[in-house]
């Protein structure tokens, strides 16, 4: 059974602050990706990595950076945190490129102050 | 870029009743459509699937139906339980490349008992 952990379910940072989300996943898979989720915009594509070291912007990846130093550890770094950034955050991983389902982490509710 | 759109942003029905969620997509290179499911508080798992070379695919109570012409596709739910409840997002992506999912925004289904 694929199992996909974020660090923190819940999380209150200040205007400003570094945040660090942390992901893992314990199946090998090749491809991670991060996502926000917000009322009425459905899941938008922050980041993605399809391997080790291999990182791709997504759809609004203005604001953040990622990090994946080993295979199973994907990380969104937000270098300033700021109001707008306020919102759930759900990991995901897939096997590979060439397989489908993508499985989600719980989410991280970050909340920006 | 590709674009999804859902329809509608909430539904509510009647226990019994079925509920139909509509999508419609851009990019005529798409060829792959998910449905994710997100149980409140919960993170979104794949419910069903289908490929750009399958008119329609069922799995007990859901089914999904493409209609490549018209570039759209549809989620049915009969005899809906309240444990449908949940929301439900639409997603497509090219069979190239990466494979990024583009996502809709998401239905509300509502079951009343």
């Known amino acids: 059974d694929v199992k996909v952990t974020q660090s923190s379910r819940y999380l209150v940072k200040r205007t400003g602050e570094k945040v660090f989300l942390e992901c893992v996943q314990d199946m090998d898979h090749e491809n991670m990706f991060w996502y926000r989720q917000d009322p009425g915009l459905g899941l938008r594509l922050i980041y993605f990595?399809?391997?080790?070291?291999?990182?791709e912007k997504g759809d609004i990846p203005e604001g953040y950076s990622v990090s994946r130093e080993k295979k199973e550890r994907f990380s969104l770094i937000l270098e300033s945190a700021s109001t707008n950034q306020t919102s759930m955050y759900l990991c995901?991983?897939?096997?590979?490129?060439?397989?489908?389902?993508?499985?989600f982490g719980p989410g991280t509710r970050l909340t920006v102050l | 870029g590709e674009n999804v759109e859902q329809h509608p942003s909430t539904l509510s029905v009647q226990e019994g009743d079925s509920a139909v969620i509509k999508c419609t997509y851009s990019?005529?290179?798409?060829?792959?459509f998910p449905w994710y499911k997100q149980e409140l508080g919960k993170r979104p798992q794949l419910i069903i699937d289908i490929r750009s070379n399958v008119g329609e695919k069922k799995d007990q109570r859901i089914a999904v139906t493409l209609n490549k012409t018209a570039k759209h596709f549809s989620l049915h739910i009969t005899e809906t339980q309240p444990e449908d409840s949940a929301v439900y997002f639409c997603a497509a992506s090219r069979n190239t490349g990466f494979q990024k999912l583009v996502f809709g925004t998401g239905t509300r289904l509502l079951v009343s008992p």
């Open positions: 990019d005529s290179a798409s060829n792959y």
């Open positions: 995901a991983s897939r096997e590979s490129a060439g397989t489908d389902t993508q499985y």
């Open positions: 990595s399809y391997d080790v070291k291999m990182k």
